[in-house]
């Protein structure tokens, strides 16, 4: 069993227990995530459609829920070791500052100049692309840690990357363009004049802060729009999820490796790009009745897809020219409030994560954004690493779980994901700083509003 | 032997392998560092005189040219372990880009929110602070990854924190600010109306953008009008070095588990914090006559102790109210042209690493600022980590390096102290982004006329 002495306080894999495949939870599922559709037909997107937007190893990977495992090219575990393998930190400080018996670990992904685990799937992306013979890849961002992730990707392959920056994200943290810059990316802030569905927004809403939809759009058409390039996502999407599992593999590698076992794993949900990756492995064993964990999805109540979205087929991005995907969804219509701080502002959610919920394997909390940073400032102040907002909501739902198990007495095990650090999100910090920090929670009506233009099928 | 399959990208250490005790270089120099003189009376600075300055325990540490091994204090280890052992990383990349038969490793302290190796020092210091009883400690910071580290120990203590900030840094680094107050700090930029010695400084230079001396004279002077404070410093001091040894203990261990011998140790060089600990267990192996290394120091060519300053005693602030140290120095009266990004602005040096320097038992080179920003682009494209403006002058002359062991076909062994991100740097990449970065080398009538100034003894 456990013993403080036995347990360091951060567990790092040697780099021969790295994982050496990636995990396709889908091919666990029973009830397999519903396929993305092709908007004008409504029948699943089929290879060749998707081959348009994006890689072909890619789109193979998209499609596939049967793989289990997929190699993960040497190339690319060369890449992963210049960061990884990441700790997974046994939080001891928190737990005596808290004075509970619960024990708390969290999965640091935030060391890497991104600032995120985004660079987990960054790396295979642009590999294969590199390796389709591309010339560059495009894409969105919303907090910057993506894109900064596809930069420093790119940069290293020598591909060339343009990427579309929310343009409240692009305003709150000019330094995030920078690094992107220094890693040879270009930067446009979204909605821009650059393309047709931009111009389109930008006439139709003067003066919006933009939406990750919006900026998913307009990387999609200067995408399919020049020869030599294709669409990269950082989240959502099952490649997506399927290169993140490397985080819930080296978790459960750490955590088997001096025998422990957690009750519960708790992760930041916006698309569900960490959770879907670390909860992977741990998911498989409940969907394969090998063991139980109680999973929780943590994500703003300003921009609340599980816990108030409607289960059904929508639009990825608000231009809808992509492809319909059924997950729980605010509406693409949806643009969360501009004091809305950070990532998380996707209107919907992964497709495997959204049956996961479906099913009753996963629960969802929403928690507001001052309590949030709270959370946040406590934890810095503790733990010593300043977390990033995106982050912080699952540190705000490890601590109230903590301060349960000290009412209960119950010494639990909880894992939480910590998915990066908050240097670029100093801006949100001073309002919390200056107590100038709000909360909004968006009406029934505004939601219902936006869900009343889900597509028809 | 070396062998590129058995050494990882990554050495850790295992916790029980950290240092269990700092190492006093000063205990194996035969020529011992000069001691600090009280500018009223000439005479070497008692333990009395310095107890209104520092810390008992501190005075102690500064004042102990004999005592080998200081053991480190288990609170101060427990805390290490939070973000210690750093990793030695062998830069596989670096070495593949350049084409160099050379071996380059790094140590990296960056991977901490104070974002160098700063933290190891502040934590001792706090440390002490806290266990002599006192409310709290002041100090000044340039570039600021001494005052966040200062912050983030004080906020994990419990311990009051006053900060002056250089004015340029404080306009620069506007987010820097934010860290510190996340962490509780009070930051005041400087030279600031909140002292006498600011007042009489903006009174002689209004406009001034301030200085690491001018900065040093304010926290003094604030330590030492307010009962229960004591002031910290980032740099320069004996104590500062012995705390940083465990930058190259961590090192020397690394290096040692894999059989590797360094040919030559290259480090950047402000005050010497960084460079005095990553050198200290090799350094005192060539004092004892039992290895040897090449070791260079890197200094800005606009701020240029060790290269074009004068082997003097000389006060260590603007304001002349602290002790005189002899050391390399251009003259307290010596501030960096505006244009001089980053830190490593302070007029003098180590006396430590002033007296090895002066006996020949190191090298030094100054480096201009658009050269060191260029192998910092290179450098985060390769490796990945985007680097401190101070670190990428180690990283310049490591790079130098290695293509002149391309040249001859030398497989020299180099390690550099990569001590720190640059990630509240944007301003000065931007600038460098934009092609709008400028070097500035000082006159020597400019540096004659600030060493002129030197204090008659």
Known sequence: MENKKEIPYKIYLEESEMPKAWYNLRADMKNKPAPLLNPGTGQPMTAEELGGVFCDELVKQELDNDTKFYPIPQEIRDFYKMYRPSP????YCLEEKLQTPAKIYYKFEGNNTSGSHKLNSAIAQAYYAKKQGLKGVTTETGAGQWGTALSMACAYLGLDCKVFMVKVSYEQKPFRREVMRTYGADVTPSPSDKTEVGRKILAEFPGTTGSLGC???????????????????????NQVLLHQSVIGLETKIALDKYDIKPDMIIGCAGGGSNLGGLIAPFMGEKLRGEADYQIIAVEPASCPSFTRG??????????????????YTLGSSFIPSANHAGGLRFHGMSTVLSQLYHDGLMEARAVEQSSVFEAAEYFARTEGILPAPESSHAIRVAIDEALKCKETGEEKTIVFGLT??????????????????????????????????????
């Open 88 to 91: 997974l930190v046994r939080a």
């Open 215 to 237: 900026a998913i759009s307009e990387a999609v058409e200067v995408a399919v729009t020049n020869p030599g390039y294709r669409y990269v996502l950082g989240s959502v999407l």
């Open 310 to 327: 409607t289960f059904a087929y929508d639009f990825c991005d608000t231009g809808m020219i992509c492809p319909l995907a059924k997950m």
């Open 420 to 457: 990066g650090t908050g240097y670029f999100d100093l801006k949100a910090y001073e309002s919390y700083n200056d107590g100038t920090m709000t909360d909004y929670i968006p009406t029934d009506a505004e939601i219902a509003a936006s869900v009343a233009k889900l597509p028809k099928l």
